[in-house]
């Protein structure tokens, strides 16, 4: 009988090799599984692309089709390997080019994708378009975004004091994590930043911000990172609500030059709220 009662488990793992490969007869199998008469070209993205993969890192590959199914993200098992296939056309990806949210990382996957199969070099022209690829374009519609994110997420800022004042924990962290994710993808597009991968996204916006700013200050206390220069009770619930609170004035700050004039009146006010709900409160500033 399982014991209900949550536990603090501790894994012991096998270290001595951390860096995992893809055997050439594992690949051309599953080059095989997949190639079908609809399939145009197959990829490998990700970390064992990049050759930084782990035993536990999922297998990314990219299923280039002529019609793309209905439903484009599959995961399967082979070998105790979890294997994501994403299938899409050359055309869609081709504009996911054009879309800043989706652009920072589609574009450097392209760059950096292990070619699988390529029937028709639709692939390799495709992976010459990403190396010639450059941001400038979008950076209006990436402020755009950055700006209307800023914008909605004046509701989870209400959402969070409401929460604050009736001690309401459940609502807290639900929207203390909304928060958190919403600004860190409005800094990451609107500063352009090309996501390595999924592992360094969050190190990638920090050192782009500063390591030593107080944007990134908050930022880590909301990821649970632990920081030396701040007090343990940091670590409350309550601390990382008001925490998510200064993050969302710090990103206010630091995108200010970039808000559009349709979001700005609701986001400059959302500060003066947040101000005088932390100091009618007495709660602390950080």
């Not at 893809?22 to 197959?42: H, I, K, Q, R």
């Not at 782009?208 to 990821?223: M, N």
């Not at 601390?239 to 993050?247: C, E, K």
């Not at 004039?261 to 947040?274: F, K």
Request: glycine fraction near 4%.
């Amino acid at each position: 009988m399982t014991n209900s009662t949550p536990q603090h488990e501790h894994i012991q793992l096998n270290t001595s090799h951390i860096v995992s490969f893809l055997s050439d007869e594992f690949l051309s199998l599953l080059v095989d599984e997949l190639n079908t008469e609809n399939v145009t070209a197959l990829a490998l993205v990700g970390s064992y692309a990049h050759g930084d993969a782990t035993p536990y890192s999922d297998i990314d590959v990219l299923c280039f089709v002529h019609e793309a199914p209905e439903r484009t993200r599959r995961y399967v098992y082979r070998d105790d390997r979890l294997i994501g296939i994403s299938t899409r056309t050359i055309a869609q990806y081709r504009k996911r080019f054009t879309v800043p949210e989706e652009a920072i990382f589609v574009v450097p996957s392209i760059r950096d994708a292990r070619v699988l199969l390529d029937k028709e070099g639709a692939l390799a022209a495709l992976q010459r378009e990403a190396q010639a690829w450059t941001w400038e374009p979008l950076q209006a519609l990436a402020n755009y975004y950055a700006s209307e994110v800023m914008m909605i997420q004046t509701e989870s800022v209400h959402k969070i004091l409401r929460a604050l004042l009736v001690h309401d924990e459940l609502a807290l962290a639900e929207m203390v994590i909304l928060l958190f994710s919403a600004i860190t993808d409005a800094v990451t597009v609107q500063r352009g930043i090309l996501a390595t991968s999924g592992n360094t996204y969050f190190r990638q916006v920090q050192e782009t911000v500063g390591q030593d700013s107080t944007w990134t200050q908050y930022h880590k206390v909301l990821a649970g990172v632990e920081i030396d220069t701040m007090p343990a009770a940091a670590t409350s619930l309550e601390a990382r609500g008001i925490a998510a609170l200064r993050l969302y004035q710090e990103t206010v700050q630091f995108l200010r030059p970039h808000l559009n004039p349709m979001h700005r009146e609701v986001i400059e006010h959302s500060l003066i709220v947040i101000e005088n709900a932390l100091q009618a409160n007495k709660l602390p500033r950080s």
